[in-house]
C-alpha cells in the first residue's frame, strides 16, 4: 500500500469554525485529490491537484479550499465549517502513467455541530 | 470525461459467481477500466485493471468488448467478506492528462449465507 497518511482521524467542530485535514504521502505521487463520502452518493470529488501549486476544482468545491506547497501534503481547508460538510474525507494519490492506479488514506471523520 | 453508470446495488448467496457490469459509453482512447473495491469505514482499494479484452487476477476477472464501452467485474464464487461497496472508474494519467478522476455511485453487494 502507498504511504498515506490521513490526519486528524477523527474531528468534531463547531459550525463557523475553519477546520484542516491535512494528507500526506511518502510514495512522490504526482496526482493528490480530497474526496468526501455520504451514504447514498459515493465517492464525490472536493478538489484535486496535479503538481506542486497546481489544484483544480472537482464536482462539490463550493466552501472547500486546498493547498499544496509540497509534494507530499495536499490540505482541505473548511473555511467555516457546516452542518452539511459532516462527511468522511479520504485522500488519494496516484502517478502519472497511463494506467495507473489510485491509492486511498483510511480516511478522516468530520463531524460539526 | 468519461461517466460510469452502475446498478446502485445487487444480492448474491455465497458460493455463486456475481457480475457487476459497467458502462461507461464516452471512454475515451487512452482510458484505462479499473474496479475498486470498498469495505465499510476503510478506503477503497484497487480490484483489477484492463484496457480491452479480458484480463484476470488471483480475486476477479475483468471482461471488456471490443467497443469498450462497457467493463463487467467477475467476482468467482462469492463468500460473505465479499460484501462491499465496488466502483468502476474510467480514466487514464498521460502527460497531457490533468487527472481529474470522478467516480460513479458504486455498487453494493451484499452476500447471504
Known amino acids: ?113 | 470525461l468519461a461517466k460510469t453508470t452502475q446498478p446502485i446495488s445487487m444480492d448474491s448467496y455465497e458460493g455463486q459467481e456475481v457480475n457487476i457490469t459497467c458502462s461507461h459509453n464516452n471512454i475515451a482512447t487512452n482510458d484505462y477500466i479499473t474496479w475498486y473495491q470498498q469495505f465499510p469505514s476503510q478506503g477503497p482499494r484497487f480490484i483489477i485493471q484492463g484496457y480491452k479484452t479480458k484480463v484476470t487476477n488471483e480475486v476477479a476477472s475483468l471482461f471488456i468488448p471490443a467497443d469498450r464501452k462497457s467493463s463487467t467485474l467477475s467476482l468467482p464464487r462469492v463468500s460473505l467478506s465479499d460484501t462491499a461497496v465496488y466502483y468502476c472508474l474510467v480514466g487514464a494519467h498521460g502527460s497531457s492528462n490533468t487527472g481529474k478522476l470522478i467516480f460513479g455511485q458504486g455498487t453494493t453487494l451484499q452476500v447471504k449465507p
Not at chain 1, 511518502?26 to 503538481?51: A, C, F, K, V
Not at chain 1, 473555511?79 to 486511498?104: H, K, L
Request: aromatic share 12%.
Open chain 1, 1 to 113: 500500500d502507498a504511504g498515506i497518511t490521513q490526519s486528524p482521524r477523527h474531528k468534531v467542530t463547531e459550525t463557523g469554525t475553519p477546520v484542516t485535514l491535512r494528507c500526506h504521502q511518502t510514495e512522490n505521487h504526482r496526482y493528490m485529490y480530497w474526496y468526501r463520502q455520504d451514504p447514498g452518493h459515493g465517492l464525490r470529488l472536493i478538489h484535486y491537484s496535479y503538481g506542486v501549486k497546481d489544484t483544480d476544482k472537482g464536482e462539490v468545491s463550493d466552501g472547500y479550499s486546498v493547498s499544496r506547497s509540497k509534494t507530499e501534503d495536499f490540505l482541505l481547508t473548511l473555511e467555516s465549517a457546516t452542518s452539511s460538510q459532516t462527511s468522511v474525507y479520504f485522500c488519494a494519490t496516484t502517478d502519472i502513467g497511463v494506467g495507473n492506479t489510485i491509492y486511498f488514506g483510511e480516511g478522516s471523520w468530520l463531524t460539526v455541530v
